[in-house]
């Protein structure tokens, strides 16, 4: 559409407006077609096909002038044609012989201007004075005289005048009455939607007083929706008074109301109704809508003849609704969220008829051609629809309802996990994903239905970030379990994840892949022996002295992001607290096998460490770098490197500055690390939280113990052999001397 104000046409009021015929358009020209998103769009109103009811003479009159086209016979003396009747047949307007004169003739010049661009305010005036009699005096005529206003206000040029002259407001003041006749209001209607078309002017003048509550209360009268809407979107198009207005005046609640109806499915005044969400999306809050809003407007964006535009605009007033929490329980309470996995499926492929609310992968059949924006545009709907169900598959009451692997809607989401289409892979292993928060839940979706299977065949084959991102996150929530652990490492975890940890990798799936890693071996003697073992069996190749540990640590290396170089670091940390763990020391001949294999083959294991004790950010990472320390010292092959490591004067200075801290309850005897208390280094929680003072005075005190335990470890195993001042230097640090 080449205007930028959308024409209102005018439409004969139907008496069942669910028919899709309900109205029609008289006029000449070519119909606007609706509006395209997101292209600022205005309309301009057109005029009606409705019969003629004025008196036979009025009638004759209109004839002779050809009303229907008031820009060759002239507007004015239309209306001079009118008024003369409504003075003389109907008596609703009352002037002086001289006065009659005085209008018709100024009537007619002005016609006369108009081509040189003169549209005269006395013409203007005189129209408004004589309009006053008429609305007082409740004229037949003016129905009549609406609609030769209304169809002037199409035209730009008039817009200004009819405001200037205060014709807007006179039909503002019909519209409040509430007792104009559907006819009337049509016109009234249309005069003050076609004269707010890219005109501020007047749409302050339908905010002033808050006339525009009696526009939105239009929407209640469905006979007259074709017109309300077009109407409601000219006044509120790039005017943000009037959006504000309109939504503390119910219009957004009315709008779902008519969309929940079904009032305008499959016509055109629907593009328009569209247009309106858009304009509040960003505003409105849960008190200006519908309870039932979000499956209302899911359920609207699935009809089968839409337009892509208007599915987006749906699409996107549903979203706008699940970032608000209350709609997100409800969604889940009322198990409403099969509604938009069912769109996500419908956009795959063309709608199924189906008696079940299940959603089958049978129903997803092979994609039907779209032309390449449409397509885009779909995609990106769908993703977006996983974004928020993402969100609303992380709130408990989600995990709480669907806890049960048998319910129609998981075995859905476990079928996509093996099915062929990308976007719905990825939205089944987030979703299962947030579900997989609970013992129970992930030994079953393991144990019962082998869903790792089906996510490890994914991280070898399939190349989408997004989707190989979700699996990596996937897993590691499964692999919380114990139990599960043995499983993943069985099933080759680790080195299928390994193709992540090379330097050219996509930095959040290695961080997200060394996660994983990280979980899996955590507490898990099995998977920390195949952490060490060698890439190769060939013993000539350079690859059998590297181990899966290798490549983190080159990755630690190379990498340049912060959060990658953190995860390594904790991988170390959890290998060594296991090979120090009760479980390690019950099955003593692996345990210094492994512990071999990681001093021998990785000799620049302390650099992740020397990291997590100098780093001032985090400091639960700080406190895990001391125990690791302090528990690779313990052995002969430990101290070694943690030696080293301390000969970095920064890593020295850290320890000096860690064991001199101010604190007194602390004894310099201690002879065994202190484990960090936290969680962090067992479950998912975000490094990011910042602890309490009190929790972060305990772990002072704690990296101050565990300091010296390494202190006094090195003494003992490596005293002998340390240069004196070395030796001399260590023990005033355990000592206590500066």
């Known amino acids: 559409m080449s205007d930028a104000n959308l024409i209102i046409e005018d439409a004969v009021p139907s008496s069942d407006m669910h028919s899709a ?44 002038l050809s009303i229907s086209d008031p820009k060759q016979e002239g507007m004015f003396r239309s209306l001079a044609v009118i008024f003369r009747s409504a003075q003389e ?132 009268n469905p006979r007259l929706l074709p017109i309300v809407i077009p109407v409601l979107y000219n006044v509120c198009s790039d ?26 499915a499959s016509t055109p005044t629907l593009s328009y109704l569209c247009r309106l969400l858009d304009f509040f999306e960003d505003s409105f809050n849960a008190n200006d809508s519908s309870e039932t809003a979000v499956e209302v407007l899911f359920r609207a964006a699935g009809a089968p003849d839409l337009d892509v535009d208007d599915r987006v605009s749906l699409v996107d007033a549903a979203i706008a609704h699940l970032k608000l929490e209350d709609y997100q329980r409800h969604m889940v309470t009322f198990d409403l969220v099969d509604v938009p996995l069912g769109l996500l499926v419908q956009w795959y492929s063309p709608p199924r008829a189906s008696s079940s609310r299940q959603i089958s992968s049978a129903d997803i059949l092979a994609p039907p051609i779209r032309d390449a924006g449409e397509e885009e545009q779909l995609a990106l709907m769908r993703s977006n629809i996983i974004q928020i169900l993402s969100d609303v598959s992380a709130i408990p009451e989600f995990a709480a309802k669907y806890a049960l692997m048998e319910l129609p809607l998981v075995q859905t989401l476990l079928g996509w996990v093996a099915g062929p289409h990308t976007q719905l892979q990825l939205c089944s292993c987030i979703m299962l994903g947030n579900l997989a928060r609970s013992d129970s839940t992930c030994l079953v979706m393991m144990s019962g239905f082998s869903v790792h299977e089906n996510l490890l065949d994914i991280l070898k084959f399939s190349s989408d970030t997004q989707v190989l991102h979700s699996v990596l996150g996937f897993l590691r929530n499964l692999g919380l379990l114990p139990a599960n652990k043995r499983v993943l490492g069985e099933a080759g975890t680790i080195e299928i994840v390994s193709r992540f940890l090379s330097n050219d990798a996509i930095t959040q799936l290695s961080h997200a892949a060394v996660s994983l890693v990280r979980q899996i071996i955590n507490g898990s003697m099995n998977n920390i ?99 690791a320390m302090a528990l690779a010292s313990r052995t002969a092959e430990g101290s070694i490197a943690i030696d080293t490591a301390l000969q970095q004067v920064e890593v020295f200075a850290a320890l000096e500055a860690t064991i001199h801290g101010d604190s007194t309850l602390i004894s310099a005897q201690s002879s065994s690390p202190v484990a960090v208390t936290s969680n962090a280094a067992e479950s998912p929680e975000s490094i990011d939280s910042k602890p309490s003072a009190e929790y972060e005075a ?41």
């Open 239 to 264: 005017f943000e008074p009037a959006q504000r207005l309109a939504l503390s005046d119910g219009v957004y609640r009315r709008l779902i109301e008519i969309l929940e109806n079904g009032l305008l």
């Open 529 to 627: 022996s195949r952490l060490l073992s060698s890439l190769s069996s060939d013993e000539e190749s350079p690859a059998h002295s590297k181990t899966y540990l290798s490549l983190l640590l080159s990755l630690f290396d190379k990498s340049d992001d912060v959060a990658v170089k953190v995860e390594v670091s904790r991988v170390v940390a959890a290998v060594l607290r296991c090979l120090h763990s009760s479980q390690a020391l019950s099955n003593p001949g692996l345990r210094n096998q492994l512990l071999h294999r990681l001093f021998s083959l990785h000799l620049n294991l302390c650099q992740p460490l020397s990291m997590m004790v100098t780093q001032p950010r985090w400091p639960i990472i700080r406190s895990e770098g001391w125990f």
């Open 698 to 738: 305990e772990m002072k005190a704690k990296d101050r113990e565990n300091a010296m335990v390494l202190v006094n470890e090195l003494l003992k195993n490596m005293g002998d052999d340390m240069p004196d001042v070395r030796r001399s230097v260590f023990e005033d640090l355990l000592n206590g001397r500066e």
């Open 89 to 220: 047949q109907e008596g609703s307007v009352n002037l002086t012989s001289g006065g009659a004169e005085f209008v018709w003739t100024t009537l007619q010049r002005a016609d006369v201007s108009i081509p040189q661009g003169l549209q005269e305010a006395s013409a203007l005036r005189a129209t408004r004075d004589i309009l006053e009699q008429m609305i007082w005096n409740q004229s037949h005529l003016l129905v009549d005289v609406a609609k030769i206003l209304a169809d002037s206000s199409r035209d730009a040029a008039w817009r200004d005048p009819l405001g200037d002259a205060g014709i807007v407001n006179l039909f503002l003041s019909v519209i409040a009455s509430g007792t104009a006749t559907d006819q009337l209001m049509i016109h009234a209607l249309r005069l003050v939607g076609n004269a707010c078309g890219d005109n501020d002017a007047n749409r302050q003048r339908v905010v002033s007083d808050n006339n525009l509550r009696f526009i939105v209360k239009q929407l209640e």
């Open 21 to 64: 015929a309900a109205f029609q358009t008289s006029s000449s020209r070519p119909s606007a077609s609706p509006p395209t998103r997101p292209s600022s769009l205005r309309t301009t109103i057109p005029p009606s096909a409705e019969p003629q009811s004025d008196p036979s003479s009025i009638q004759s009159a209109f004839e002779s």
